[in-house]
């Protein structure tokens, strides 16, 4: 069975701060598939990023960047220099090499101050 | 370009009513997922198809729910009798292939209110 776990529910910071969301996985399988997902208050899912289980480099997309450690079984997501507009809840998946389906975490709520 | 299409975006169903939800993928694209979002909760997994097959239903709930995606016209996700149970947002997600895992991309979602 897969499981996904976001610890954080939810977050608060004041624009310009580094905030990390964390994300735990669970799977036997050793070809499997991680990805983030960006709910923003309109609702609909932004796709993020999508890392293979055999690439452990790290990823930097501007303000975003994401640590994959498969040893603590982690792929944390980073914003740096947050903004009002990263408000949003972030969801962390899963999907091994079936193909078939995602496996989300519940989520972490980030409320970004002004 | 468009993206995934889902109608109705709202969608208010009195108990016992049926609902239909509707799900056009992106062009290109031949695999649909639906998902379930019950409120404060992340995703659940629902129904695996592609045109005209069923390839994983084991997220569906066993009475009430189906799913279809023909040869022609979008993808429906069914609910008969609907209960209170139900409200939810549901979400539904194309991708170009199965295998491997390609990125899912996802529609605006319907929300649905059951009275």
Redesign the interface.
């Known amino acids: 069975a897969q499981k996904v776990t976001q610890a954080q529910t939810e977050i608060s910071v004041v624009e310009k701060e580094d905030v990390t969301l964390d994300c735990v996985y669970e799977t036997r399988d050793t070809?499997y598939?991680l990805?983030w997902?960006k709910q923003p208050p309109?609702?609909?899912?932004?796709?993020l990023i999508?890392r293979?289980s055999f690439d452990e480099q790290n990823e930097i997309s501007g303000r975003y960047s994401w640590n994959f450690q498969k040893s603590t079984s982690s792929f944390n997501f980073t914003i740096t220099a947050s903004q009002v507009v990263d408000s949003a809840v972030y969801?962390c998946a899963l999907?091994?090499?079936?193909?078939?389906?995602?496996?989300?975490?519940?989520?972490t709520r980030l409320m970004v101050k002004p | 370009n468009a993206g995934v299409m889902q109608n109705p975006r709202h969608l208010v169903r009195r108990r016992g009513q049926e609902a239909r939800l509707r799900c056009s993928p992106m062009k290109g694209h031949s695999h649909v997922y639906w998902y379930r979002q019950l409120p404060e909760e992340g995703l659940k997994f629902m129904v695996y198809l592609q045109k005209e097959n069923i390839i994983d239903e084991s997220g569906m709930p066993k009475e009430r729910f189906s799913a279809e995606f023909p040869k022609e016209g979008p993808s429906i996700l069914r609910i008969q009798q609907v209960v209170r149970g139900d409200s939810a947002a549901y979400f539904c997600a194309s991708s170009p292939r199965g295998q491997p895992p390609y990125e899912q991309y996802f529609g605006p979602g319907t929300r649905l209110t059951v009275t």
């Open positions: 070809t598939y990805f997902y309109s609702g609909e899912l932004v796709f999508r293979n969801f999907n091994n090499n079936a193909g078939n389906m995602l496996t989300f975490g519940g989520g």
